[in-house]
């Protein structure tokens, strides 16, 4: 029945759309109000469990599984198994769900694979067992994210009015979060073993309740008007796709009547015509300069951050083994938000000249192996130094990162062309992720670091 009511939806919906836009706005204040904070939700989710890793990864690394490289083989582990889980899905092999079912299924699986960590860090700490599994863990979780994040932007895309940009606030926030409650954490909580395994045990905890919050919320959204046509939509589609790919679907397929008003002001005949299409490989080749800029960025930052950091001498470890690391995964935070923000009040660089920053970023490698490397009394050791240095980092990554992805798309003409530039903008993004580990790995491997 329910179903039923889905698939005809899409029709009976039109009225209320057509009232609704006249009225000046597709969502109504209080609806839109409640929808902002529901795809926050979702992206403080997506990546919560990742940034857990990333708050305690001192603890983890030092403290629960010392001299086993725990995080330098998890952050390879996760970084692979992304970059493996996004080519999967450019060849469809994930499209079994549409974008709502995925939301709320892998919030699901995300909610198990976080109690399966807290399991494994309380029973297997010290062990080998607890650090491979740890280590297997990280690839699902990574597979999981891979398929969530991209279907979780799409269902905010497919909405009356776009949700993108409030799942992308919720990302950057899951980092503060993460951040805010380790420190919070560490204060109260002894720092024998037992509080180290306590704390690590609280912070997956949470992620299995946000997990499972954020598959409620999914799964409630039918309840909305504005929602439930566009949910309609995408799954009349996704039945659709079963007959044929998933990429000719995309090609040939008309644009639902929600996405025509909010579509660009032109004909959807001109929009759907074969003349403004372009191919992949053509769109690949107008943007290329972007697609460096993204792969750069974020293989220079993998290269060197969690693990190289993980690696720094701390101050006061007896007491405050971790501190160092939570402050400079909050620098890392704090600097890729703002590098993020600062073009939206006019710090911005030209699209012609932005590969000049995303290359001179390689100096960072041999910066933190210097760091790494100095000794005590030097300048480099200072833990204003590694603070300055990691705040730079951050804010190079989150500048270069976001105005490659408004770039791109602004490269080529037609939305079914922006969203092909919008989709490879993503691969090239995890491409640079898994290629800056693997150079890590290799850098630790021949002991440049």
Same mark, same amino acid.
């Given at each position: 029945m329910k179903s039923e009511r889905l698939e005809n939806s899409?029709?009976?919906?039109?009225?209320?759309?057509?009232?609704?836009?006249?009225?000046?706005?597709?969502?109504?204040?209080?609806?839109?109000?409640?929808?902002r904070l529901v795809f926050i939700t979702f992206g403080i989710a997506s990546l919560f469990?990742?940034?857990?890793?990333?708050?305690?990864?001192?603890?983890?690394?030092?403290?629960?599984?010392?001299?086993?490289?725990?995080?330098?083989?998890?952050?390879?582990?996760?970084?692979?198994?992304?970059?493996?889980?996004?080519?999967?899905?450019?060849?469809?092999?994930?499209?079994?769900?549409?974008?709502?079912?995925?939301?709320?299924?892998?919030?699901?699986?995300?909610?198990?694979?976080?109690?399966?960590?807290?399991?494994?860090?309380?029973?297997?700490?010290?062990?080998? $067992? *607890?650090? !491979? %599994?740890?280590?297997? @863990?990280?690839?699902?979780?990574?597979?999981?994210?891979? +398929?969530? /994040? #991209?279907?979780?932007?799409?269902?905010?895309?497919?909405?009356?009015?776009?949700?993108?940009?409030?799942?992308? $606030? *919720?990302? !950057? %926030?899951?980092?503060? @979060?993460?951040?805010?409650?380790?420190?919070?954490?560490? +204060?109260? /909580? #002894?720092?024998?073993?037992?509080?180290?395994?306590?704390?690590?045990?609280?912070?997956?905890?949470?992620?299995?309740?946000?997990?499972?919050?954020?598959?409620?919320?999914?799964?409630?959204?039918?309840?909305?008007?504005?929602?439930?046509?566009?949910?309609?939509?995408?799954?009349?589609?996704?039945?659709?796709?079963?007959?044929?790919?998933?990429?000719?679907?995309?090609?040939?397929?008309?644009?639902?009547?929600?996405?025509?008003?909010?579509?660009?002001?032109?004909?959807?005949?001109?929009?759907?015509?074969?003349?403004?299409?372009?191919?992949?490989?053509?769109?690949?080749?107008?943007?290329?300069?972007?697609?460096?800029?993204?792969?750069?960025?974020?293989?220079?930052?993998?290269?060197?951050?969690?693990?190289?950091?993980?690696?720094?001498?701390?101050?006061?470890?007896?007491?405050?083994?971790?501190?160092?690391?939570?402050?400079?995964?909050?620098?890392?935070?704090?600097?890729?938000?703002?590098?993020?923000?600062?073009?939206?009040?006019?710090?911005?660089?030209?699209?012609?000249?932005?590969?000049?920053?995303?290359?001179?970023?390689?100096?960072?490698?041999?910066?933190?192996?210097?760091?790494?490397?100095?000794?005590?009394?030097?300048?480099?050791?200072?833990?204003?130094?590694?603070?300055?240095?990691?705040?730079?980092?951050?804010?190079?990554?989150?500048?270069?990162?976001?105005?490659?992805?408004?770039?791109?798309?602004?490269?080529?003409?037609?939305?079914?062309?922006?969203?092909?530039?919008?989709?490879?903008?993503?691969?090239?993004?995890?491409?640079?992720?898994?290629?800056?580990?693997?150079?890590?790995?290799?850098?630790?491997?021949?002991?440049?670091?």
């Amino acid at each position: 029945m329910k179903s039923e009511r889905l698939e005809n939806s899409s029709t009976a919906s039109i009225p209320y759309f057509t009232s609704l836009f006249q009225s000046g706005g597709l969502i109504p204040k209080r609806e839109r109000l409640y929808a902002r904070l529901v795809f926050i939700t979702f992206g403080i989710a997506s990546l919560f469990m990742w940034n857990t890793y990333l708050s305690c990864y001192g603890i983890l690394n030092k403290q629960l599984f010392p001299g086993m490289g725990f995080i330098q083989y998890v952050q390879t582990s996760y970084m692979t198994s992304v970059f493996i889980g996004n080519l999967t899905m450019v060849f469809g092999l994930t499209h079994i769900f549409d974008p709502h079912h995925c939301t709320v299924i892998f919030n699901c699986v995300g909610a198990l694979q976080s109690s399966t960590i807290c399991l494994s860090v309380w029973l297997l700490h010290g062990t080998y $067992l *607890g650090c !491979s %599994l740890n280590i297997l @863990i990280a690839g699902l979780v990574a597979f999981s994210c891979a +398929i969530l /994040i #991209p279907e979780t932007f799409t269902l905010a895309a497919i909405m009356p009015e776009s949700f993108c940009s409030d799942v992308s $606030l *919720g990302q !950057s %926030l899951s980092g503060a @979060i993460t951040f805010t409650l380790t420190i919070i954490l560490d +204060i109260f /909580i #002894p720092h024998d073993i037992q509080g180290r395994k306590l704390l690590v045990t609280v912070m997956f905890a949470l992620s299995t309740i946000i997990s499972l919050f954020a598959a409620f919320l999914a799964q409630s959204l039918t309840k909305s008007p504005w929602c439930y046509s566009a949910i309609a939509e995408i799954r009349r589609q996704s039945n659709s796709s079963t007959l044929i790919s998933v990429n000719q679907f995309r090609n040939d397929s008309q644009l639902s009547y929600e996405d025509s008003l909010v579509s660009a002001p032109i004909s959807l005949e001109t929009e759907n015509s074969f003349e403004c299409r372009s191919t992949h490989l053509e769109v690949t080749r107008q943007i290329w300069p972007q697609l460096y800029n993204i792969f750069m960025s974020f293989m220079v930052t993998l290269a060197v951050f969690p693990t190289i950091c993980a690696e720094w001498d701390t101050f006061l470890p007896g007491k405050y083994s971790n501190l160092l690391m939570v402050i400079l995964v909050g620098m890392f935070h704090l600097g890729d938000m703002l590098g993020r923000h600062v073009p939206k009040f006019g710090f911005t660089i030209p699209p012609s000249l932005l590969w000049i920053l995303t290359t001179s970023r390689l100096a960072f490698i041999p910066l933190y192996a210097a760091i790494k490397n100095a000794s005590y009394d030097s300048f480099l050791a200072s833990i204003w130094t590694k603070i300055i240095v990691q705040f730079f980092l951050a804010f190079t990554n989150g500048l270069s990162a976001y105005l490659a992805f408004i770039y791109g798309p602004e490269t080529v003409y037609f939305r079914h062309n922006k969203e092909k530039a919008s989709f490879l903008l993503a691969i090239y993004n995890v491409a640079g992720m898994t290629a800056g580990s693997w150079l890590m790995n290799l850098l630790v491997w021949v002991k440049y670091f």
